[in-house]
């Protein structure tokens, strides 16, 4: 589970330096801060006592059944998040916020445990419906968890491999589940076309609750993975270039209308660091939607500004060249 915040709204702007004699130092630009949640990993499987009344339990009941059952320590390492890690480092974020809290918390996907539907499956059995249900629940326990804790700040969030109800790396464009999450984030549902294309692909855009004119384009980058699989979705599509294609319209229409952007996802691009070697680099992305997105990115270099992704289970930087034509050389 990482933790990162700071936001600066001078970020949004073009590098200045200025070398002025005995001139008064301009005026700085409004600051704030927001909370950064990646891979959370939340595991409602942990105390197997309380499953079956999470199961018949609504999202909103779920609290009081996590505060009823056994304490547990917090998981460590290498383990998948448990309620008292999930509540501890929901504490202790909101101690770093300080009195003035959070402006937005950014979540860059993957709510779920890992291998949540086998998991489901040794309690609810085999039923799909039942397995949608339950997973859609969690996230919403986890978003609402995250909405009380930081008294209403405006959740962000982008969907990782893990948050689907198909398998790993297996996401399902028009699945019931998009349509169920999209209910749970605020922000996407008070915006009918935010909600129907959440509900389509996981994508969606939203304007930055601070900064004016500056909008966050959420797109679900798992379609771009190597590692995605078809499994339960429509034979023969391409999810991938429609997401391409949904990410090209927004920066068109942004640029039109004179406006910033910033990307959130979940897998970024360049190369996976736990499977790469000196001698043979491992790409997180197909290499034709990596070509097309740093297209993009070259394009619209004038409305784009930063991004956002998670997955590695690190703090780290990732650059994308400035001149076109040019492979992306990080990781």
């Not at 059944?65 to 974020?93: C, H, M, W």
Request: charged share 20%; hydrophobic share 40%; aromatic share 10%.
């Amino acid at each position: 589970m990482s933790v990162r915040r700071n936001w600066r709204s001078d970020a949004l702007a073009p590098l200045m330096l200025l070398l002025a004699a005995a001139a008064p130092p301009p005026p700085q630009p409004p600051s704030g801060q927001f909370l950064a949640l990646s891979d959370v990993h939340f595991d409602p499987f942990a105390d197997a006592a309380i499953v079956p009344r999470l199961i018949a339990a609504e999202a909103d009941q779920w609290p009081a059944i996590f505060a009823a059952s056994k304490p547990a320590p917090p998981v460590g390492a290498g383990s998948d998040t448990n309620y008292a890690l999930f509540e501890s480092t929901l504490r202790q974020a909101e101690a770093a916020g300080g009195r003035d809290g959070y402006d937005f918390v950014l979540v860059t996907g993957d709510l779920l445990r890992h291998d949540f539907e086998t998991t489901f499956a040794k309690y609810g059995g085999g039923d799909p419906r039942a397995l949608q249900a339950f997973a859609a629940k969690t996230v919403a326990y986890v978003n609402r968890a995250i909405e009380r804790r930081f008294r209403g700040a405006p959740l962000i969030e982008a969907l990782g491999n893990n948050d689907n109800d198909c398998g790993d790396y297996q996401p399902r464009p028009g699945s019931p589940l998009l349509a169920a999450i999209a209910r749970s984030l605020p922000a996407v549902a008070a915006d009918p076309q935010a909600e129907r294309d959440f509900a389509a692909g996981g994508n969606y855009a939203v304007p930055h609750p601070k900064v004016a004119n500056h909008l966050f384009l959420v797109v679900d980058s798992v379609y771009w993975s190597t590692r995605y699989k078809d499994a339960c979705g429509t034979a023969r599509s391409d999810p991938g270039s429609a997401q391409l294609a949904w990410l090209e319209w927004q920066l068109f229409q942004a640029h039109l209308k004179g406006r910033t952007a910033s990307l959130v996802m979940h897998i970024p691009p360049g190369f996976n660091p736990y499977e790469s070697t000196e001698e043979k680099p491992a790409p997180f992305w197909v290499d034709s939607y990596r070509d097309r997105f740093l297209e993009l990115v070259q394009a619209y270099r004038s409305v784009l500004v930063a991004g956002y992704a998670g997955h590695t289970h690190m703090d780290d930087f990732r650059l994308v060249p400035a001149t076109s034509g040019a492979r992306c050389r990080c990781g």
